[in-house]
T-cell receptor
Framework: QKEVEQNSGPLSVPEGAIASLNCTYS??????FFWYRQYSGKSPELIMS????GDKEDGRFTAQLNKASQYVSLLIRDSQPSDSATYLC?????????FGTGTRLQVFP | EAQVTQNPRYLITVTGKKLTVTCSQN?????MSWYRQDPGLGLRQIYY???????DKGDVPEGYKVSRKEKRNFPLILESPSPNQTSLYFC???FGQGGTYEQYFGPGTRLTVT
């Protein structure tokens, strides 16, 4: 079992819709959870961090964490074509940040 | 501007020719790390450093060396590059222990070894 799992996609949504990206992790001791956005050939860009159970909202983005289910998700409201990218989930316990392989999101006009 | 810089951005070299990829951050971060990214394998950690003179292996350290003589710099050294080290490399930095806090990435170095 991979330590951090994501569906590779592509996830295709129409412009203006809500995109829902999911991630599961195996280490119950994980403390910190991050979502990065990566455009093709570019570096990962941090868009959300979440540390406790529940929801965290930042603009069009909402991160959701459920430690009991070992599940973290990212919702993107009012999706735009510029949101088309690969979204990386990253999870850590202490020192090491472990990345999923990413979900490719395509937002079509 | 707070940033992580890497040089060179693109490099084509031949097997066995030693090379160094530099990484520098201006945010006074304690933690620095190197990753490689390959299709289907995601980001894998090569080495990390929790502070000056403190370095440790990540998941894929074979064939790489690092040093941390100054807080701001963390070069990646390939003493005898091989074609399987062809990859996209990222340097990252963060406050604290690196796992707890957000990591910020450099622009990447695309390395091709022929």
């Amino acid at each position: 079992q991979k330590e951090v799992e994501q569906n590779s996609g592509p996830l295709s949504v129409p412009e203006g819709a809500i995109a829902s990206l999911n991630c599961t992790y195996s280490d119950r001791g994980s403390q910190s959870f991050f979502w990065y956005r990566q455009y093709s050939g570019k570096s990962p860009e941090l868009i959300m961090s979440i540390y406790s159970n529940g929801d965290k909202e930042d603009g069009r983005f909402t991160a959701q964490l459920n430690k009991a289910s070992q599940y973290v998700s990212l919702l993107i409201r009012d999706s735009q074509p510029s949101d088309s990218a690969t979204y990386l989930c990253a999870v850590t316990g202490f020192i090491k940040l472990i990345f999923g392989t990413g979900t490719r999101l395509q937002v079509f006009p | 501007e707070a940033q992580v810089t890497q040089n060179p951005r693109y490099l084509i070299t031949v097997t066995g020719k030693k090379l160094t990829v530099t990484c520098s951050q201006n945010m006074n971060h304690e933690y620095m790390s190197w990753y490689r990214q390959d299709p289907g394998l995601g980001l894998r950690q090569i080495y990390y450093s929790m502070n000056v003179e403190v370095t440790d292996k990540g998941d894929v350290p074979e064939g790489y060396k690092v040093s941390r003589k100054e807080k701001r710099n963390f070069p990646l050294i390939l003493e005898s590059p091989s074609p399987n080290q062809t990859s996209l490399y990222f340097c990252a930095s963060s406050f604290g222990q690196g796992g707890t806090y957000e990591q910020y990435f450099g622009p990447g170095t695309r390395l091709t070894v022929t």
